[in-house]
């Protein structure tokens, strides 16, 4: 896979799964993410759709279509076209044997903040809206989702407009919050979270805030989720590392053990011309972190793989 560029599926055309995430399910990969094919006004898009595409092998890219659709007619909902539909995830939770996807969720002018909740039966949906809200009657803006290895889930997400970062825990179908939480990363001013749990500790790479234009990502880590977690340091090295390679951490996802951050290369002014990364991550023995540029990324052997987070 050729680096910062758009790359296609398997019929030629333009991967709209911008803003996205990777789900490892049964031998196959599912990519969900924002469908921008439609023209930019003023930096935004009407929300079209969340879109999913599958692949064995990172390489080949099926379109599975839109999986989650826009409301067209009813402006006060929260699936309405002119309102916010952004940064898709989607955990399977094994009890209810349901594919749950949590969306930000917010109008136009960015006021409500809160999340969507949608529901499937199969990973390539078609996902059923069930409700919006602000998870713990906190602002959710820039999110994540996090399945721990005892099979709870967690939403992560820029609150008290962007100065803090929530880890709220969810409800064992996952459809709602719990009401425990813990706030971390305060008044650092953090956006775009993403996680894994590796070598023993957990790890978090997330953005400045600086709207469209790139700056240099941090990590953190801690030994619990629950924290207390520390910010290290900028994890990129290479052209233009302290812009975060001219792009924005989306996901992070694993390859059998070795695991790989997902980037966006925003064109605000052509979201659908959007480019992507797909880069390793490294870990010292130190427990340091680093991601090293590479102009093209290969998968070796991915059909051997093993979870994602």
Known sequence: MKNKTLWTDTEGKPIQAHGGMILQHKGIYYWYGENKD??????????????????????????????????????AHMLYTKNICERPRVLYNKSTKQFVMYTHADTADYYYAG?????????????????SFQPNRQDSRDMTLFQDLDGSAWLIHSANYNKTMNIARLSDDYLDVTGSYISIFQ?????????????NRYYMITSGCSGWEPNPSLYGICDHLIGPWKLIDN???????????DGQGTCIFFVQNQPYVL???????????????????????????????????????????????
Not at 42 to 47: A, G, K, L, Y
Not at 187 to 199: F, G, K, L, T, W
């Open 38 to 75: 439609t023209e930019t006004v003023n930096r935004h898009v009407d929300f079209i759709g969340i879109s999913c595409y599958s692949s064995e092998d990172l390489e080949n890219w099926r379109n599975e279509g839109i999986v989650l659709s826009p409301v067209v007619n009813n402006p």
């Open 115 to 131: 999340v969507n909740v949608a529901v499937a039966a199969s990973p390539t949906g078609p996902f059923v809206w069930l409700k």
């Open 187 to 199: 008044d650092q001013e953090r956006e775009a979270p993403a996680i894994m749990y590796s070598h």
């Open 235 to 245: 994890p990129c090295t290479g052209p233009a590392y302290r812009t975060t390679f």
């Open 263 to 309: 980037l966006d290369h925003w064109h605000p002014d052509d979201l659908r011309s959007s480019a992507y990364s797909m880069l390793p991550i490294q870990i010292s023995d130190n427990g340091g972190l680093k991601i090293e540029w590479q102009d093209e990324t290969f998968f070796t052997n991915s059909k051997r793989r093993e979870g994602t987070s």
